[in-house]
Every structure is written in C-alpha cells, then in structure tokens.
C-alpha cells in the first residue's frame, strides 16, 4: 500500500512538471531592456523633432505684404498701425505653440504604436497599470502651464489693443444703421452720411461705398454706436473688430501708419443686408484729410448727427453721390 502511494505521487508530480516545461515554452519571458531593433526609429525620431524645431517663418520666410508665414497670413502688415506688429506677433506664437504641442503628441503616439506593438505569437497581457502618478502630473500640470501662457499673452495684447491712454489728435464717431454707416468727425465738426448701396457685383461698386479718412501718423479715437440692431466694426487691415450695441458706446485708438485704401465691414449678422454694409477706409496724408473736410464743410455737412435710437430718424442731408434710399 505504501508503495502505491509513493509510485502515484511520483507520477503526479512528474505530470505538474511537464505542465510547467509547456507553459514556459507558449509563453516565453521577454526581456525588460530595449531591443536593439528600436534604436535606430528613436534616433530617426530624435533626429526629425530637432529639424522641424528649426523650421520656423520670419525673417527666414520673406512673402508678399499679408500673404505669407511673416504676418501668419493675415491681410496686413506688421507697420500697418501702431498696434499690428503685436498681434501679429501674439498670432504666430500660437501657431508656433500649436504645432509644438501637435508634433509631440503625434511623436508620442507614433512612438508607442511601433515599440509597443503586439507580437506575432504573443499571447501574454501587457501589464495592467492601474495608476501612474508621475505620468498623470505632468498630464495635468503641462498643460495647466500651457494654458496659463496662452492666456497671459492673450491678455497682453488684448490690454494694448484697447488701451486709450494716448492723447488723441481727432475723435471720430461711427453709427452702424441697417444698412450703411454714419461718420461724424467730431474734431473738425463735420459728418458723412451714407446710404444704402446696392451692390451689383460690378466693377466700380466700391466707389458708391461710404469712406472713412483718416490722416497717417495721427492717433485717432473712435466711439462706435448703434442705432437700431447689434452691429460689429471691422476693419481687417487694422486687425481689431469691436461690437457696436444699441445703448453702449465702445471707444478704442489707433494710429494708422500706412497711407493706402483699405476694406472695412460689418461682422455682426444685422438684418436682410447685412452683407452690403460695406465701406471704404482712406488713410491719407494730412493735407488731403483736410482737403476732404474742407469739401464736407462746403456741401454743408457742418455740426453733428442725432444718436438717438430707432431706424427712423431724420438727417440734415444725404450726400448727393451716395444714391441710395434712406432708411
């Protein structure tokens, strides 16, 4: 009896142990150092990261005026105004920001989807990580600190481009109306008033369009009004848009410093028209900003403009080129 005993312990151990010899052959223990197949894809990674960290615009990337990487393709210059080259500065860096932080999330991934890919023959789990501490700091304080960068230079510019501590050379008012514009040069004490235009999408409609002048090189403050619906002051060479509500008065200054013929419009959607509610922008010279207050005062443009609120309202008059309906 006690020999049986022995002869089936024997045989049962023997089994476990050819069990154990199977198991190790399916799953094999790899290795926790790096395989010397990886080196070369890090070092291609490596190498990559360090030649697009120098391909940067500027001055290494001349392009046309507002066409090209050195003013982000925007349709303006960094001497447009006295206040462009900041943000166009403020616009690159976030560009720049933006395709860091993309290029490196995109390296990570590519990373682990070729060191850590599964393996033919490979029937093993990889090991189940409940928690990283470290790697969830730094995903969480990164981009607290990216965050917080973009928002102290957003609010940088943002600062200079509505500071008014300037001393003004000419206060102009503009009034958005459905669907044109009213500029009153309270300076000089004359006004235009415009009318809608119909545009016909022919050659020569921007001629009928209202023009703002302003002299070069003179700072100027404009206070924007409504007076009907939300309307939004854009001019795009300036960079700068400011909204333009019924009941509020919104001042900011600029000092144009490009002589030149610029687009402006309305950026607020504002009725049936709105997309006619276009006018011209005239920075020119001295001399010719006061020729052209010198005709306005001829034609008896003289005084100011009601600011009341309501599309009904009457004016002393419309100039004659206008021809258009009121409103």
Same mark, same amino acid.
């Given at each position: 009896?006690?020999?049986?005993?022995?002869?089936?312990?024997?045989?049962?151990?023997?089994?476990?142990?050819?069990?154990?010899?199977?198991?190790?052959?399916?799953?094999?223990?790899?290795?926790?150092?790096?395989?010397?197949?990886?080196?070369?894809?890090?070092?291609?990674?490596?190498?990559?990261?360090?030649?697009?960290?120098?391909?940067?615009?500027?001055?290494?990337?001349?392009?046309?005026?507002? +066409?090209?990487?050195?003013?982000?393709?925007?349709?303006?210059?960094?001497?447009?105004?006295?206040?462009?080259?900041?943000?166009?500065?403020?616009?690159?860096?976030?560009?720049?920001?933006?395709?860091?932080?993309?290029?490196?999330?995109?390296?990570?991934?590519?990373?682990?989807?070729?060191?850590?890919?599964?393996?033919?023959?490979?029937?093993?789990?990889?090991? #189940?990580?409940?928690?990283?501490?470290?790697?969830?700091?730094?995903?969480?304080?990164?981009?607290?600190?990216?965050?917080?960068?973009?928002?102290?230079?957003?609010?940088?510019?943002?600062?200079?481009? %509505?500071?008014?501590?300037?001393?003004?050379?000419?206060?102009?008012?503009?009034?958005?109306? #459905?669907?044109?514009?009213?500029?009153?040069?309270?300076?000089?004490?004359?006004? @235009?008033?415009?009318?809608?235009?119909? +545009?016909?999408?022919?050659?020569?409609?921007?001629?009928?369009?209202?023009?703002?002048?302003?002299?070069?090189?003179?700072?100027?403050?404009?206070?924007?009004?409504?007076?009907?619906?939300?309307?939004?002051?854009?001019?795009?060479?300036?960079?700068?848009?400011?909204?333009?509500?019924?009941?509020?008065?919104?001042?900011?200054?600029?000092?144009? %410093?490009?002589?030149?013929?610029?687009?402006?419009?309305?950026?607020?959607?504002?009725?049936?028209?709105?997309?006619?509610? +276009?006018?011209?922008?005239?920075?020119?010279?001295?001399?010719?900003?006061?020729?052209?207050? #010198?005709?306005?005062?001829?034609?008896?443009?003289?005084?100011?403009?009601?600011?009341? +609120?309501?599309?009904?309202?009457?004016?002393?008059? @419309?100039?004659?080129?206008?021809?258009?309906?009121?409103?």
């Amino acid at each position: 009896m006690l020999r049986a005993r022995i002869r089936r312990c024997r045989t049962r151990a023997s089994r476990v142990r050819g069990a154990s010899k199977d198991v190790r052959k399916a799953n094999p223990v790899r290795s926790t150092k790096p395989q010397k197949r990886h080196r070369p894809l890090l070092a291609l990674a490596v190498v990559a990261s360090i030649v697009l960290a120098g391909c940067t615009g500027g001055a290494n990337a001349p392009s046309e005026e507002g +066409l090209g990487v050195d003013v982000g393709f925007l349709p303006s210059t960094r001497d447009m105004t006295d206040k462009t080259d900041q943000l166009i500065s403020f616009w690159n860096g976030t560009w720049i920001a933006a395709l860091a932080v993309g290029a490196a999330v995109w390296l990570m991934i590519l990373v682990c989807i070729v060191v850590y890919r599964k393996r033919k023959n490979d029937t093993r789990l990889p090991v #189940q990580t409940r928690y990283h501490v470290p790697l969830e700091m730094m995903f969480t304080v990164i981009p607290v600190i990216l965050v917080g960068t973009l928002f102290y230079f957003s609010q940088e510019s943002t600062a200079v481009m %509505q500071d008014t501590s300037e001393e003004e050379d000419l206060v102009i008012d503009i009034y958005g109306k #459905q669907w044109s514009w009213d500029f009153v040069y309270t300076t000089d004490g004359v006004y @235009y008033s415009g009318g809608r235009v119909e +545009l016909t999408g022919e050659v020569g409609d921007e001629e009928q369009l209202p023009t703002l002048y302003l002299p070069v090189g003179q700072t100027v403050e404009f206070h924007v009004h409504s007076r009907d619906v939300n309307h939004a002051l854009w001019i795009p060479a300036f960079l700068y848009k400011v909204d333009m509500l019924p009941g509020r008065t919104n001042v900011f200054e600029v000092t144009p %410093q490009r002589e030149g013929t610029y687009s402006g419009k309305c950026a607020e959607l504002c009725g049936e028209y709105h997309s006619e509610m +276009l006018f011209n922008v005239e920075v020119v010279s001295q001399e010719e900003y006061d020729a052209v207050m #010198q005709e306005y005062r001829d034609n008896d443009w003289v005084g100011d403009l009601p600011g009341e +609120l309501g599309r009904e309202y009457d004016l002393p008059r @419309y100039p004659a080129e206008s021809g258009s309906e009121e409103h």
